[in-house]
């Protein structure tokens, strides 16, 4: 394979307009095989908008998008599912692709929730539902994951558990991410390159380039760079989802 | 001895029934039961065309509710008015224009109830013919969009970011919709199609856990529904459609018992 099939997805200055107000423009980014980019901006500053236009799911846009996979996987940030469906955790496991049930149990595995598989997704937990949601995106193994705040709700030890869950799997799947977050201290130590978007794109580079730059201290702030330390942290044992402690 | 008529009513309504089991979990899924009125409503219009043109009565309502389906897709986009209201315009609008072109057309005998409410008598064998060919198609065309459909049912973002087409299996049910309305018409009358749809799926949603124990049970519940519907009809000499909706009722009356069943066992 050459080069140029490295890369999944390409935004060349893309931009989107809702109502003569843009939501982003200017964005010019790429997600290679293999790789985590990371969107880092605050709220409205258009993260979850560039995640839609990389997906085609806004289509009216400026500028360009190539995509060089259709196997995809997306955690978006907002769900709402209507409870008018009957839907167990292992219907939705399925819903955009048939898998095998061997498959939806090891992905189900991975994020510690293999317990709420005949469950009713209406009956989960926002973390659970996270999880769940998480999951499903993997369990295709797709070739871009695009994840939109994916531990939103999450107790804080299955939050660097699932961190460290994601940079697995683009290890494991060989899978470029483009991951959104708040949390800049634990998502920045995983990332390979890291964008920084208010309405446009502020700076771009390796995490340890962002948070020097200039432009990314006046959005977050002075502390912000510093909370750059980079996560090391370990415990001897771990909680299993089910509240038990299961040792290393 | 059952008559021949009573045969053909009864191989007329599990044709329908088997068709309205799987598309009437989508309307109560996606919400969509005054869509279905409206479309059905728009019908007479599509019947008293066939009356005064001689054309086939199938493809006539067909055609109309299709286009009320493309009128009422392209008013959202136009006007700030509200989904119900346009829906409510159109349905009344529709269904009193059919019934003033029905007054222009006094040199033909009209049954308005059987019209309005189905009417077993009227069933032929040519009728028969068109529900069971046109519920082949509809149910091989929404095998055909169901993992798009469902999906953009569950979330729309979802299914368009990995790869389905949600728009178009829109555009597709809508058609699907219209179709169904135009090939039990005659069984059931158009006043209560949407009931046909959406009362034997309601059932089935108060005893399933997952969606294809909801169309399995939406199936069965329409199976029953004509069945009971019909001999009640046939005993009591009621018309067709109304006893058909009485009957599902009944069995959804059935179904609320084991909810609260299930409750009590929860406690």
Redesign the interface.
């Known amino acids: 394979m050459g080069l140029e099939n490295k890369i999944l997805v390409k935004l060349k200055s893309a931009g989107f307009r809702l109502n003569d107000k843009w939501l982003v423009q200017g964005v010019s980014l790429q997600v290679e095989k293999g790789k985590i980019v990371t969107l880092i901006g605050p709220n409205g500053s258009g993260k979850s908008t560039t995640a839609k236009i990389a997906l085609g799911i806004y289509k009216k846009i400026d500028g360009e998008v190539e995509k060089y996979t259709n196997k995809i996987g997306y955690v978006p940030q907002k769900i709402s599912i209507d409870w008018t469906l009957p839907l167990r955790v292992k219907d939705f496991m399925s819903l955009t692709e048939n898998l095998e049930d061997k498959t939806i149990n090891e992905a189900l595995s991975l994020t510690g929730v293999i317990h709420l598989k005949d469950k009713n997704l209406g009956d989960l937990s926002g973390g659970e539902f996270q999880r769940v949601l998480l999951s499903r995106a993997i369990s295709k193994k797709p070739e871009l994951l695009v994840l939109d705040e994916p531990v939103q709700g999450v107790d804080f030890t299955g939050e660097i558990a699932l961190y460290e869950l994601i940079k697995k799997i683009s290890e494991d799947l060989n899978c470029g991410i483009l991951l959104i977050s708040h949390d800049l201290h634990t998502v920045m130590s995983a990332t390979d390159h890291v964008v920084c978007l208010n309405g446009h794109v502020c700076c771009s580079g390796s995490p340890i380039d962002v948070a020097k730059n200039r432009e990314y201290k006046a959005l977050f702030g002075e502390q912000a760079s510093q909370t750059l330390s980079i996560y090391e942290h370990k415990h001897d044992h771990i909680h299993t989802s089910e509240g038990k402690i299961k040792k290393n | 001895m059952l008559d021949d008529f009573f045969i053909r009513a009864l191989f007329a309504g599990i044709g329908v029934a088997l068709v309205t089991g799987p598309l009437g979990c989508f309307v109560?899924?996606r919400?969509l039961s005054y869509f279905g009125d409206t479309l059905a409503h728009s019908a007479l219009l599509g019947v008293t065309l066939a009356y005064s043109l001689e054309f086939n009565i199938a493809l006539s309502v067909f055609i109309i509710s299709a286009l009320i389906a493309l009128i009422l897709i392209n008013l959202q986009k136009r006007t700030n008015l509200p989904g119900d209201a346009l829906l409510g315009l159109l349905a009344h609008s529709s269904l009193a224009v059919g019934l003033v072109v029905i007054g222009f057309l006094s040199f033909i005998r009209f049954d308005v109830m059987g019209l309005l409410f189905g009417d077993i008598l009227a069933v032929n064998v040519n009728d028969i013919i068109i529900i069971w060919i046109g519920g082949a198609i509809i149910l091989l065309v929404l095998k055909f969009i169901w993992?798009s459909l469902?999906?953009s049912?569950?979330?729309y973002?979802?299914?368009?970011?990995?790869?389905?087409d949600p728009d178009k299996a829109k555009a597709i049910f809508t058609i699907l919709m219209a179709a169904i309305i135009a090939i039990s018409i005659k069984m059931v009358g158009l006043l209560l199609i949407t009931g046909m749809l959406i009362i034997p799926a309601a059932m089935a949603?108060n005893i399933?856990?997952?969606?294809?124990?909801?169309v399995l049970f939406s199936v069965i519940g329409g199976l029953l529904s004509v069945i009971i519907g019909l001999f009640t009809s046939l005993e009591f000499n009621t018309a067709s459609g109304p006893s058909i909706i009485a009957a599902s009722l009944f069995l959804f009356i059935l179904s609320l018992l084991k909810i609260k069943q299930s409750i009590k066992l929860k406690n």
Do not use: I, Y
Not at chain 2, 157 to 164: I, K, R, S, V
């Open positions: 109560v899924w919400r993992k469902f999906a049912t569950v979330n973002e979802l299914a368009e970011a990995e790869g389905l949603r399933s856990n997952s969606p294809q124990q909801m």
